[in-house]
């Protein structure tokens, strides 16, 4: 059984599989720690700042920093480009996480970004460095990791890891993303 003071401890939260939801999820916990009084930072390490997010949208009003790290669909742009964004945002969302500013930081598609293998990724967002990150966070900060595919290794040091599975899906109708649900 835990001790008292574990209650204080930053949880390590991860949302991952293959169905809709998991940043949906992170985000209505975004909103539970604003309203408790927590400071929120999320970092996307996929979408791209150019364009725009309905999330990051509504919670600017509410005073949280979303910013988008990355440059889009791995399709979209060349490996090195790809390679670029992931080193300079893992910096900066590291740095973040490490500084202790943030009570609640979600790292948004992260699970994804570490589960590219398209072209080689370790050395610019090194895995182990993840979980150095994870292990070693100031004590009182809560981190949530999203996206497909988490690591085994970040899986088994994480708090929680709950999987979204898909049972039904209307982009198997043929319908394509909708402005107010997926962005």
Do not use: C
């Not at 309203?35 to 364009?51: H, W």
């Amino acid at each position: 059984m835990k001790q008292a003071n574990d209650k204080k401890k930053g949880l390590t939260l991860v949302y991952t599989g293959h169905g809709k939801g998991k940043t949906t999820a992170a985000l209505g916990l975004t909103v539970r720690a604003v309203g408790r009084g927590l400071s929120v930072k999320i970092y996307q390490f996929i979408k791209s700042p150019e364009r725009s997010y309905g999330e990051q949208i509504a919670l600017s009003k509410l005073g949280v920093v979303m910013e988008q790290l990355g440059i889009g669909f791995t399709w979209t742009k060349t490996p090195e480009e790809h390679r670029e964004a992931l080193r300079t945002g893992w910096l900066k969302a590291k740095e973040a996480v490490m500084s202790g500013e943030s009570d609640l930081i979600i790292l948004d598609e992260l699970n994804n970004a570490l589960a590219i293998d398209t072209f080689p990724i370790d050395d610019v967002l090194p895995l182990n460095e993840v979980v150095d990150v994870i292990k070693n966070k100031p004590p009182h900060v809560h981190l949530v990791i999203t996206g497909r595919d988490a690591k085994r290794e970040i899986r088994e040091i994480a708090d929680l890891v709950s999987v979204v599975e898909v049972e039904k899906h209307y982009y198997d109708e043929g319908i394509p993303a909708v402005k107010g649900i997926e962005f």
